[in-house]
């Protein structure tokens, strides 16, 4: 089982800057690919961003250019950097963790982000 805790939601101007955090329960990098997805009210829960235990990174053309993600292999850790944020990025934002041999999927909690025009 992992618990994935997010942080670093809140609410910021059409603009601006945020960086999210999720926190994983133990070492698992190496062998689940760590996604950020977000989910807007009345939309479908879409991909915003993936790291692989290699390192590859892969966007969803929304975000290309201005989201980065990142990760502390000793802090058991995912960021996801956003900057030149848009209304339109606001949603509640859920760390994912998709294990690549067993495909068991885990979730965070979720953190909200609003972008205020």
């Known amino acids: 089982q992992v618990q994935l805790v997010e942080s670093g939601g809140g609410l910021v101007q059409s603009g601006g800057s945020l960086r999210l955090s999720c926190e994983a329960s133990?070492?698992?990098?190496?062998?689940?690919?760590m996604g950020w997805y977000r989910q807007a009210p009345g939309n479908q829960r879409e991909l915003v961003a993936t790291i692989s235990g290699a390192g590859g990174t892969t966007y969803a053309d929304a975000v290309k250019g201005r989201f980065t993600i990142t990760r502390d292999n000793a802090k058991n850790t995912v960021y996801l950097q956003m900057n030149s944020l848009k209304p339109e990025d606001t949603a509640v934002y859920y760390c994912?963790?998709?294990?690549?041999?067993?495909?068991?999927?885990?979730w965070g909690q979720g953190t909200q982000v609003t972008v205020s025009p």
């Open positions: 133990r070492s698992i990098f190496s062998s689940h690919v």
């Open positions: 994912n963790a998709k294990n690549v041999w067993t495909r068991n999927n885990y």
